[in-house]
């Protein structure tokens, strides 16, 4: 039988990597998020202190842009997703003892007061960084606010990773070529005073550090690799104004991910505040600090957050628990392709069981593996497995208990079935604490086949009607395994362990036990008639799940589709010339219409376009323009439009001769 944990061991503090607030919760998210709750539940009931935090991330350009198009605030915007992301996970079974926000006061505090610390002990220090610029915007274009091209492997890239191509972290100043992302204007280069984290100057701490790290070898051979390579000092600084102001500067906030991060000690700190504890016993001197995080991030977890953890004088991470990628359907998770799972309106909105889904991102691969997601797939594990086997050896029994004995019958279990128990209980443990949660859930599964197995050859149905005390053996054995099975599947499914518990006769909660009470007796009591545990999904409804993914695919296709290749006469049939906006005006009853007066070198034309959310009219009298000259005439909104401007990108940038030519130049 398993022993209690030893209670002098540090506690044990779960972090998850923070969902950024700018889009809902997707299946992605969940890969990381029910592991680290199942480890937590687990962990806690053979006797762990456990503290699980977690929060969102709050900060950094991609929440400013989208706050901008929503013409809300950052700060708005975050509320609004963290709320969702709360709830979210609330729905899903995955309970934080706290979740908290980076933009919140104690995170500013906590966050500068690091940087000061860091200063203070040498290892910040600054640089002149020669940063791109908008002249239009009239400011310094971080992360990204600028896109460019890859200094690198030359690809398309934004300011903070070449995305398209190699995949490296771009440090301020290093893309090449840069644009705004916002206007399309081409950047400047322009010199600002920017802090640097001393990364190189921990090298020699880093490589016995991730000796001694525990969790997934993914995330200690992947950081590993990039030490032996070379580290780079990081620039921990940017030029926004959404974000924790760097001590002593009101023009600069700290890199997102430095607050990130350290938003898990602020999380600890409002825990603690809250229930008057000590938040230091977590994240100072011996500690436990286990993060579960996405492959994605591994290297900002095991290497730039202990070493910034060291230089600060904090405790250093216990484990890196890193989950592999999530495929959809055998392809790679694209929200802009199509391929993705939404939480709550693919899944929890249709009224599929959480626990359903918690079951599959647990057993269907290694932690450390890729995960294919297929509905297909999706219902066939469930039926198969949890129903088929788990659900059906449980109701077969307890139906066969409250029919023949009206509940659980007197006697003792037999020596054979503890022993079984015990062996899954020593199993089970080792994969858990080994973070190879498919193997626990096959060991437990495992303990349910052997159930079923167990019920069939030894029949009560038939033995009771010769030998009712033997019938009445072997159902007790029977209810000692659904009793194990109910503690055991608990951090896997604890909506449908609690009912499996009830149905035992319990009136408590299952998640108040320990683990290893599954092989104390089950006593003499009586029970209700059992309801199933667990219902088949069926085909049709497979269909009609599958069905709403493969329209969103179709979709996001089509607006990916190629223009089919044109030979060069027809593209000769095509005239282009220069033009001059002479004057401009909205059109009446339109938000997105304006009528331009146009001299395209003899002529005047009037056009209408679509930019008037991206232009007042007043902006485009005198500007230099590209125009489709030849495009037959058309009413737009009841006014005659005669050609078309040329824009690029989703903020219409217009096209322009780079030096100054006539009107009515033709475009070759």
Same mark, same amino acid.
């Given at each position: 039988?398993?022993?209690?944990?030893?209670?002098?061991?540090?506690?044990?503090?779960?972090?998850?990597?923070?969902?950024?607030?700018?889009?809902?919760?997707?299946?992605?998210?969940?890969?990381?998020?029910?592991?680290?709750?199942?480890?937590?539940?687990?962990?806690?009931?053979?006797?762990?202190?456990?503290?699980?935090?977690?929060?969102?991330?709050?900060?950094?350009?991609?929440?400013?842009?989208?706050?901008e198009e929503r013409g809300i605030s950052p700060r708005a915007l975050s509320e609004q997703f963290h709320r969702?992301?709360?709830?979210?996970?609330?729905?899903?079974?995955?309970?934080?003892?706290?979740?908290?926000?980076?933009?919140?006061?104690?995170?500013?505090?906590?966050?500068?007061?690091?940087?000061?610390?860091?200063?203070?002990?040498?290892?910040?220090?600054?640089?002149?960084?020669?940063?791109?610029?908008?002249?239009?915007?009239?400011?310094?274009?971080?992360?990204?606010?600028?896109?460019?091209?890859?200094?690198?492997?030359?690809?398309?890239?934004?300011?903070?990773?070449?995305?398209?191509?190699?995949?490296?972290?771009?440090?301020?100043?290093?893309?090449?070529?840069?644009?705004?992302?916002?206007?399309?204007?081409?950047?400047?280069?322009?010199?600002?005073?920017?802090?640097?984290?001393?990364?190189?100057?921990?090298?020699?701490?880093?490589?016995?550090?991730?000796?001694?790290l525990r969790g997934t070898s993914n995330a200690k051979n992947y950081a590993i690799g990039w030490i032996r390579?070379?580290?780079?000092?990081?620039?921990?600084?940017?030029?926004?104004?959404?974000?924790?102001?760097?001590?002593?500067?009101?023009?600069?906030?700290?890199?997102?991910?430095?607050?990130?991060?350290?938003?898990?000690?602020?999380?600890?700190?409002?825990?603690?505040?809250?229930?008057?504890?000590?938040?230091?016993?977590?994240?100072?001197?011996?500690?436990?600090?286990?993060?579960?995080?996405?492959?994605?991030?591994?290297?900002?977890?095991?290497?730039?957050?202990?070493?910034?953890?060291?230089?600060?004088?904090?405790?250093?991470?216990?484990?890196?628990?890193?989950?592999?990628?999530?495929?959809?359907?055998?392809?790679?998770?694209?929200?802009?392709?199509?391929?993705?799972?939404?939480?709550?309106?693919?899944?929890?909105?249709?009224?599929?069981?959480?626990?359903?889904?918690?079951?599959?991102?647990?057993?269907?691969?290694?932690?450390?593996?890729?995960?294919?997601?297929?509905?297909?797939?999706?219902?066939?594990?469930?039926?198969?497995?949890?129903?088929?086997?788990?659900?059906?050896?449980?109701?077969?029994?307890?139906?066969?208990?409250?029919?023949?004995?009206?509940?659980?019958?007197?006697?003792?279990?037999?020596?054979?079935?503890?022993?079984?128990?015990?062996?899954?209980?020593?199993? $089970?443990?080792?994969?858990?604490? =080994?973070?190879?949660? #498919?193997?626990?859930?096959? /060991?437990?599964?495992? !303990? %349910? @086949?052997? +159930?079923?197995?167990?019920?069939?050859?030894?029949?009560?149905?038939?033995?009771?009607?010769?030998?009712?005390?033997?019938?009445?053996?072997?159902?007790?054995?029977?209810?000692?395994?659904?009793?194990?099975?109910?503690?055991?599947?608990?951090?896997?499914?604890?909506?449908?362990?609690?009912?499996?518990?009830?149905?035992?006769?319990?009136?408590?909660?299952?998640?108040?036990?320990?683990?290893?009470?599954?092989?104390?007796?089950?006593?003499?009591?009586?029970?209700?008639?059992?309801?199933?545990?667990?219902?088949?999904?069926?085909?049709?409804?497979?269909?009609?799940?599958?069905?709403?993914?493969?329209?969103?695919?179709?979709?996001?296709?089509?607006?990916?589709?190629? $223009?089919?290749?044109?030979?060069? =006469?027809?593209?000769? #049939?095509?005239?282009?010339? /220069?033009?001059?906006? !002479? %004057? @401009?005006? +909205?059109?009446?009853?339109?938000?997105?219409?304006?009528?331009?007066?146009?001299?395209?070198?003899?002529?005047?034309?009037?056009?209408?376009?679509?930019?008037?959310?991206?232009?007042?009219?007043?902006?485009?009298?005198?500007?230099?323009?590209?125009?489709?000259?030849?495009l037959a005439p058309a009413k737009i909104f009841g006014v005659e439009s005669n050609g078309m401007i040329l824009?690029?990108?989703?903020?219409?940038?217009?096209?322009?001769?780079?030096?100054?030519?006539?009107?009515?130049?033709?475009?070759?």
């Open positions: 039988m398993l022993k209690s944990t030893v209670m002098s061991q540090p506690p044990l503090l779960v972090t998850c990597g923070l969902p950024y607030t700018n889009g809902p919760c997707h299946l992605g998210h969940l890969r990381t998020y029910v592991p680290a709750d199942c480890y937590v539940r687990y962990m806690r009931r053979t006797g762990e202190e456990v503290l699980f935090i977690s929060g969102s991330d709050n900060h950094g350009t991609p929440i400013v842009v989208s706050a969702h992301f709360d709830e979210t996970f609330k729905r899903i079974g995955v309970n934080f003892d706290h979740f908290g926000m980076t933009d919140d006061p104690v995170n500013h505090h906590r966050t500068r007061e690091i940087m000061s610390r860091l200063e203070k002990n040498g290892y910040i220090y600054k640089q002149i960084v020669h940063q791109a610029y908008c002249p239009k915007c009239r400011r310094f274009l971080p992360d990204r606010y600028v896109e460019g091209t890859c200094p690198y492997c030359g690809k398309q890239a934004r300011g903070d990773e070449c995305d398209q191509g190699c995949g490296k972290h771009l440090e301020p100043g290093e893309i090449q070529d840069p644009f705004c992302k916002v206007c399309g204007t081409k950047a400047e280069f322009r010199d600002q005073e920017h802090f640097f984290f001393r990364l190189s100057a921990f090298r020699d701490y880093l490589l016995p550090f991730l000796d001694r390579d070379e580290l780079h000092d990081w620039c921990i600084t940017r030029t926004l104004d959404w974000g924790v102001k760097f001590p002593g500067r009101d023009d600069l906030v700290v890199y997102v991910w430095v607050d990130a991060p350290i938003g898990y000690i602020a999380f600890t700190e409002e825990w603690a505040a809250d229930i008057n504890k000590d938040w230091k016993r977590f994240w100072c001197g011996s500690t436990r600090v286990t993060h579960f995080i996405g492959g994605d991030i591994i290297y900002h977890h095991c290497i730039f957050w202990p070493a910034l953890l060291k230089g600060a004088g904090y405790g250093e991470p216990h484990a890196v628990v890193a989950s592999g990628m999530v495929k959809v359907d055998d392809h790679k998770f694209s929200k802009s392709r199509g391929y993705v799972v939404w939480t709550n309106e693919d899944y929890l909105d249709k009224g599929l069981s959480p626990d359903y889904l918690r079951y599959y991102l647990l057993a269907y691969t290694s932690h450390t593996k890729e995960l294919n997601f297929s509905w297909k797939v999706f219902g066939e594990r469930i039926n198969n497995e949890v129903v088929n086997i788990f659900g059906n050896f449980v109701y077969r029994t307890l139906f066969f208990a409250h029919k023949e004995f009206g509940g659980v019958p007197p006697g003792t279990t037999d020596p054979a079935i503890i022993a079984e128990i015990e062996k899954c209980l020593t199993g $089970v443990d080792a994969q858990m604490k =080994e973070y190879e949660f #498919k193997g626990a859930v096959d /060991t437990i599964m495992g !303990l %349910a @086949a052997f +159930g079923n197995t167990y019920i069939q050859t030894n029949a009560p149905w038939k033995l009771i009607k010769t030998d009712r005390d033997a019938a009445a053996r072997i159902i007790k054995n029977c209810i000692q395994i659904v009793k194990a099975l109910a503690l055991l599947i608990e951090p896997v499914i604890p909506a449908k362990a609690q009912e499996c518990w009830a149905q035992l006769g319990y009136s408590d909660g299952v998640a108040t036990h320990m683990i290893d009470e599954a092989a104390i007796l089950v006593p003499e009591r009586q029970l209700m008639a059992p309801i199933p545990l667990f219902s088949r999904i069926e085909e049709n409804q497979i269909a009609e799940l599958d069905a709403v993914l493969q329209h969103r695919v179709m979709e996001a296709n089509k607006k990916m589709e190629k $223009v089919p290749s044109i030979s060069i =006469e027809d593209f000769s #049939k095509i005239e282009m010339k /220069t033009g001059i906006v !002479l %004057a @401009a005006e +909205g059109i009446p009853k339109s938000s997105k219409l304006l009528k331009l007066k146009v001299d395209t070198g003899g002529e005047i034309r009037q056009i209408v376009s679509g930019i008037a959310q991206f232009y007042k009219p007043e902006e485009l009298v005198g500007k230099n323009v590209v125009v489709l000259t030849n824009a690029a990108g989703d903020t219409a940038s217009l096209l322009a001769p780079e030096k100054p030519v006539d009107p009515g130049t033709k475009i070759r």
